[in-house]
């Protein structure tokens, strides 16, 4: 599955939040179904696991800048939580 393109079609047709704050936020609120995590995440718990509070997390494969650039954002993303994947396929990635 091409990330970016999941991404960019989760962020046009379903609801995603970004930034630590924001997901962390979303996974209390049991709202979380995917949370994905960049290589610069400064969480370090969100890092090293597979799942918090039972949402599964993906690691990216690149830097904030990356996915921020990957998610059409000018801006660094460290972490997002997909809480409606709309028409994407994103919640099928391989966390494990």
Request: proline share 5%; charged share 20%.
């Amino acid at each position: 599955m091409d990330i970016t393109h999941a991404l960019k079609v989760a962020l046009s047709t379903g609801k995603v939040k970004m930034g630590l704050e924001e997901t962390l936020a979303t996974v209390k609120q049991k709202q979380a179904k995917l949370l994905v995590v960049s290589t610069t995440c400064p969480d370090a718990k969100l890092l090293s696991e597979r799942k918090l509070n039972g949402v599964p997390i993906y690691h990216y494969e690149g830097t904030a800048a990356e996915l921020g650039a990957a998610c059409g954002r000018p801006f660094p993303v460290s972490t997002l939580a997909i809480l409606d994947p709309g028409s994407s396929a994103i919640l099928s990635l391989e966390t494990g």
